[in-house]
C-alpha cells in the first residue's frame, strides 16, 4: 500500500482501469481506461481500500453507470 500512498513523491503514476461487471456474456468483461489518478486517502489494511482522484474528468458516458456504486 506504501507504494501507492507516496507515488507521487516517488515520481510513479497511477493508471485506473475499471469494469462494470467481472463476466460479460460468458467472459471476462472488459478493462475502460479512465486516465492518470492521484491518491486521496485510504481506509484499512486487510483489505485495504482506497480513494482517488481522476486528473481528468470521467467521460459523461460512463457517469450514469458509476453512480450506481458510489456512496
Same mark, same amino acid.
Given at each position: 500500500?506504501?507504494?501507492?500512498?507516496?507515488?507521487?513523491?516517488? =515520481?510513479?503514476?497511477?493508471?485506473? /482501469? !475499471?469494469? #462494470?461487471?467481472? +463476466?460479460?456474456?460468458?467472459?471476462?468483461?472488459?478493462?475502460?481506461?479512465?486516465?492518470?489518478?492521484?491518491?486521496?486517502?485510504?481506509? =484499512?489494511?486487510?483489505?485495504?481500500? /482506497? !480513494?482517488? #482522484?481522476?486528473? +481528468?474528468?470521467?467521460?459523461?458516458?460512463?457517469?450514469?453507470?458509476?453512480?450506481?456504486?458510489?456512496?
Amino acid at each position: 500500500g506504501q507504494r501507492y500512498i507516496h507515488h507521487r513523491k516517488n =515520481g510513479h503514476s497511477i493508471l485506473l /482501469f !475499471v469494469r #462494470e461487471y467481472k +463476466k460479460a456474456f460468458g467472459q471476462a468483461a472488459p478493462f475502460i481506461y479512465l486516465g492518470k489518478a492521484n491518491y486521496i486517502k485510504h481506509e =484499512g489494511s486487510k483489505p485495504i481500500s /482506497f !480513494v482517488w #482522484e481522476l486528473e +481528468k474528468e470521467m467521460p459523461a458516458s460512463l457517469v450514469v453507470r458509476a453512480n450506481k456504486s458510489v456512496m
